[in-house]
């Protein structure tokens, strides 16, 4: 697989990742049966995916990268899907999070 098809891979990584906490707020708790099942199979998937990725992109910079992306994709459903929107500091943080991110990934060296 080359470095590119591992991140798209990644992305799917992301999306998965980011409808497992969409699902997880909407299972409230998991005592709602339908979210609670949609959570345990998009984690896994979620985790199936990272495991590709892990092949050809080290395992720091795969899981940075991944908790990054997923950070800011979940804050941004958040604000679409249950109206919850970030303060101040919370946006500085959020672009920090997208800075470091870019750096891991951009002019970060990776063995």
């Known amino acids: 697989m080359s470095n590119f098809t591992a991140y798209i891979i990644l992305i799917i990584a992301v999306a998965l990742g980011t409808a497992s906490n969409g699902f997880a707020k909407a299972a409230n708790g998991f ?3 339908l979210p609670s099942v949609f959570t345990a ?10 495991s590709l990725v892990m ?3 080290p395992v ?3 899981y940075a990268s991944f908790a990054g992306l997923c950070i800011i994709a979940t804050s941004v459903v958040g604000i679409y899907k249950f109206n919850q929107i970030p303060d101040f500091f919370t946006i500085i943080g959020l672009i920090l999070i997208i800075s470091g991110v870019l750096i891991v990934n951009l002019v970060g060296k990776s063995n």
């Open 31 to 33: 005592t709602i049966f």
């Open 41 to 50: 199979i998009t984690i896994v998937a979620c985790m199936y995916t990272l």
């Open 55 to 57: 092949k050809n992109i």
């Open 60 to 62: 720091g910079v795969t």
